[in-house]
């Protein structure tokens, strides 16, 4: 297989990574046919070799747009570390997995906003208790409700960010959340 570059979230796709956090995929990556970026989850129009990754001069970014990219960032760590909750707490072994998966795919978003805004650090957030979410089907349900939540986020935002890169990248990821919520929902533990 060819090499990839992706172009939003700057890892490598190669023999080693291209099926990484499969679970969060409707369609999975095959060796000959990349259809997603295994590490952000954006589609194949954003993976290439030769273009350079999206990036920004984010001294020139207004404060209004750095507070959305603050948010962005905030937001996915809150749901990166619920799905690492969640793939402690729920019962059957699928959905730990793709819980799993999809928390590597949150931090990575989490990531993106982080080299954007040009910040230090990811936030350290105050951890809520999610053992009341007690059944696979309730830890789905809040996960449907966090990803309807951040498909919400991406597009309110858009009109707000001062950047068309910025719009560019939000509505890649907020593509990526769609998947994500086609698969919470439909998961067959939520029957
Ligand atoms: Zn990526």
Do not use: W
């Not at 060796?31 to 070799?49: M, R, S, T």
């Not at 760590?77 to 799993?100: H, I, P, Q, T």
């Not at 990803?147 to 890649?172: G, L, M, P, T, W």
């Amino acid at each position: 297989m060819s090499k990839f570059k992706c172009l939003i979230c700057g890892m490598t796709i190669n023999l080693e990574s291209y099926g990484l956090n499969s679970n969060t995929f409707i369609k999975r990556n095959q060796k000959d046919n990349i259809i997603n970026c295994p590490f952000c989850g954006v589609g194949k129009i954003y993976l290439g070799d030769e273009k350079d990754i999206y990036e920004v001069d984010n001294s020139n970014l207004d404060t209004k747009t750095l507070k959305v990219l603050d948010n962005a960032m905030k937001f996915e760590v809150f749901n990166g570390e619920f799905y690492e909750e969640a793939s402690k707490l729920a019962k059957d072994k699928a959905v730990r997995e793709l819980f799993k998966d999809l928390k590597n795919i949150e931090f990575m978003h989490a990531r993106i906003h982080k080299r954007l805004g040009g910040f230090e650090n990811l936030p350290k957030l105050h951890k809520p208790d999610y053992t009341r979410h007690n059944t696979d089907k309730l830890l789905l349900e809040e996960a449907q409700k966090r990803e309807e939540h951040a498909i919400a986020f991406y597009k309110k935002n858009s009109e707000i960010v001062c950047s068309d890169i910025i719009r560019d990248i939000f509505q890649a990821l907020s593509d990526v959340e769609k998947q994500h919520e086609i698969i919470t929902s439909s998961h067959p533990m939520k029957r």
